[in-house]
């Protein structure tokens, strides 16, 4: 079932103000998310599911409720990062700077940022599966945060090219994320799958040769294992987002470079994420 759909929003309504970063009364607010599309959610998806859009600038005594005093870890690749940004879009004040931009044009960077609620929120460069074990392990079993969120797979399939190697690492962060989940059985725990890759818009020829769908579906399967992995339901602990889905329906328009999508792709991807936490913390 598809409880989003990409819709144009009317001009000068709150919530194409909020989705286009202006506060009430036309003021300018929160920086580098400009959006001419918003995501709505299906009402018959909101009555049955109890879903519904979570934005601090909108709802925060809500939103405020429901993350307060929690940590949430974004740990993987620029697909992490860019749920990141939508997540911390969502649970910002409405003057809160959440461009995630710096004066060098660094993007291969850690980040972190308070949230509503006393929340707080860190994302971690990880681009291998190895990486994000790391810093899961820097954590340790009594100290991990109450949400992890996880991407992981172009860089393997860019920069080193074996895919057993990517099972092996991918074996040892499904022990990972288990061990977490058995001693803290309230942490939520979340998979973000690749993005859609648009091959007429790559530039890089390495990108052109290595991003074919069926070297994405090798790694895609491994993801998907069962019985070695284990990191993805019903096996492992991880709840799927499935971005290759979310950024087929906004179509090659929303890709920026073949990769990486315009942001209201990723505010999607964190709604869908606030509310599979809001079904676990109930």
Not at 95 to 108: F, I
Not at 120 to 132: E, G, I, M, N, Q
Not at 240 to 269: K, M, N, Q, W
Request: net charge positive; aromatic share 8%; proline share 2%.
């Amino acid at each position: 079932m598809r409880a989003w759909t990409l819709a144009r929003t009317g001009c000068g309504d709150e919530d194409d103000a909020e989705t286009r970063g202006r506060g009430r009364g036309g003021k300018r607010g929160r920086r580098g998310r400009e959006n001419a599309l918003a995501w709505v959610m299906r009402e018959d998806v909101g009555e049955t599911c109890g879903f519904g859009r979570l934005v601090a600038a909108a709802r925060g005594n809500r939103v405020g409720k429901l993350i307060e005093g929690r940590r949430a870890a974004f740990l993987g690749d620029s697909g992490a990062r860019n749920a990141y940004g939508g997540f911390v879009a969502a649970t910002s004040d409405a003057w809160s700077d959440v461009s995630l931009t710096t004066k060098d044009g660094e993007k291969h960077r850690d980040w972190a940022h308070d949230l509503v609620g006393g929340a707080k929120a860190t994302f971690t460069w990880a681009p291998y599966a190895s990486d994000v074990v790391d810093a899961l392990d820097a954590y340790g079993e009594r100290d991990a945060p109450d949400l992890i969120v996880i991407s992981t797979a172009l860089w393997h399939v860019l920069h080193d090219e074996s895919v057993s190697r990517y099972k092996t690492t991918m074996a040892a962060l499904g022990a990972r994320v288990r061990a977490i989940e058995a001693a803290h059985p309230k942490v939520v725990i979340v998979w973000i799958d690749a993005a859609l890759v648009i091959r007429d818009k790559l530039v890089a020829e390495d990108k052109r040769v290595k991003f074919t769908d069926t070297n994405l579906a090798r790694y895609a399967k491994i993801r998907d294992d069962q019985k070695s992995t284990r990191i993805v339901l019903p096996a492992g602990p991880a709840v799927r987002v499935r971005a290759r889905e979310i950024t087929a329906l906004c179509g090659a328009e929303c890709s920026v470079d073949g990769v990486h999508y315009r942001p209201v792709v990723y505010d999607a991807v964190a709604q869908i994420i606030l509310n599979i936490a809001r079904s676990r913390w109930r």
